[in-house]
């Protein structure tokens, strides 16, 4: 399983132009490879062939090095599910310093038992996103998501994390385009400017990597109880 999933991460890398360091390839490998043996007894991922967890997992979570750089910087992965995207970027950009937030503790609970064995180092929060952020308001120069919510409803729960200067990197498939122009007032009250939206194509399909940047603190109002953001977004 591994050596497919290196042929398949060493041949896309080339086509987004980045290069990794001294032994990063095989250690995303080793991590692709974690999830899906521990995802055989808890729900990680439907992704599982090895081609398709290279591209769609750890090439697909490289993409935000294209848009960003992270190197010495705070980054919070908001909602990470299985480590997607912050593990791959702290083991293509071992000087992040990563933060991996999930409100369920199983998962947490197994990457922070998996992690140490490979490397990575990053801090655990097991709670929810808008409960998490009372003590740790505007402190990360970067929020990043994937797969967690529509881009209005996100951005209420990764923009309050953000100091003023950084940016929340939002993860995005096909809909990218639908949900920006939906996010238009979110990004207005939350603080936030559009600074770019890039496309990289992937299966056959446009994944989007939307760079957010944090022009004014967050109102202390926001975030709100999820029932209330999810009842009536922003």
């Given at each position: 399983m591994k050596n497919v999933m290196h042929r398949t991460l060493l041949a896309g890398l080339p086509e987004l132009g980045l290069e990794l360091p001294q032994g990063a390839s095989e250690r995303l490998c080793d991590?692709?490879?974690?999830?899906?043996?521990?995802?055989?007894?808890?729900?990680?991922?439907?992704?599982?062939?090895?081609?398709?967890?290279?591209?769609?997992?750890?090439?697909?979570?490289?993409?935000?090095?294209?848009?960003?750089?992270?190197?010495?910087?705070?980054?919070?992965?908001?909602?990470?599910g299985a480590g997607f995207p912050g593990v791959p970027l702290k083991i293509a950009c071992p000087e992040l310093k990563?933060?991996?937030?999930?409100?369920?503790?199983?998962?947490?609970?197994?990457?922070?038992?998996?992690?140490?064995?490979?490397?990575?180092?990053?801090?655990?929060?097991?709670?929810?996103?808008?409960?998490?952020?009372?003590?740790?308001?505007?402190?990360?120069?970067?929020?990043?998501?994937?797969?967690?919510?529509?881009?209005?409803?996100?951005?209420?729960?990764t923009a309050p994390y953000v100091k003023v200067g950084g940016c929340v990197l939002a993860m995005k498939?096909?809909?990218?385009?639908?949900?920006?122009?939906?996010?238009?007032?979110?990004?207005?009250?939350?603080?936030l400017k559009l600074e770019k939206a890039e496309v990289f194509p992937m299966d056959g399909t446009e994944h989007m990597v939307i760079v957010l940047r944090k022009v004014a603190p967050t109102p202390a109002k926001y975030p709100r109880r999820y029932a209330k953001i999810k009842q009536s977004p922003l």
């Open positions: 991590f692709g490879c974690a999830v899906v043996e521990q995802n055989k007894v808890m729900n990680l991922t439907a992704i599982t062939e090895p081609e398709q967890v290279a591209r769609l997992h750890l090439l697909d979570c490289l993409t935000v090095l294209k848009c960003a750089d992270l190197a010495g910087k705070r980054l919070i992965d908001v909602g990470c990563l933060t991996l937030l999930d409100s369920l503790g199983k998962r947490m609970n197994w990457l922070e038992a998996t992690l140490p064995g490979l490397g990575v180092e990053a801090e655990y929060v097991t709670a929810r996103a808008e409960e998490a952020v009372a003590d740790r308001r505007e402190q990360y120069d970067f929020a990043t998501s994937r797969a967690v919510a529509r881009l209005n409803i996100l951005l209420e729960l498939g096909s809909a990218g385009r639908e949900e920006l122009a939906e996010a238009k007032n979110a990004i207005r009250q939350l603080g």
